[in-house]
């Protein structure tokens, strides 16, 4: 699976962004994808994931608790694309954001995107 992150870039604090991320490469079918993000200085942090959920879109979502209320991931199997919509932005959400993928089967995020840079000005 080949993951391309794209829809960063400066946002001032308080404003929205959606991140896209396509997948080509295999079959998105049974694939859980998820979005991370890694700021300056710090560990990459697991933010959200959603499992396959069928031909066109859905899936079950899962969130770290600091990602609850102002993200949301969501899926479009049509496109193998999936998307993290981030309100609310705060300068503590200035990050690089990846997405990456598994197999249902397994724990291990496998396939990885190149990062997309998110600025959040105050």
């Known amino acids: 699976v080949q993951l391309q992150a794209s829809g960063g870039g400066l946002v001032q604090d308080g404003g929205s962004l959606r991140l896209s991320c396509a997948a080509s490469g295999r079959s998105f079918v049974n694939v859980v994808m998820a979005w991370f993000r890694q700021a300056p200085q710090k560990e990459r942090e697991f933010l959200a994931s959603?499992?396959?959920?069928?031909?066109?879109?859905?899936?079950?979502?899962d969130y770290t608790d600091s990602a609850k209320g102002r993200f949301t991931i969501s899926r479009d199997n049509a496109k193998n694309t999936v998307y993290l919509q981030i309100n609310s932005l705060k300068p503590e959400d200035t990050a690089a954001y990846y997405c990456a993928a598994r197999e249902r089967s397994s724990m291990k995020y496998n396939y990885w995107g190149q990062g997309t840079l998110v600025t959040v000005s105050s």
């Open positions: 959603i499992s396959w959920g069928g031909s066109s879109s859905g899936g079950i979502a």
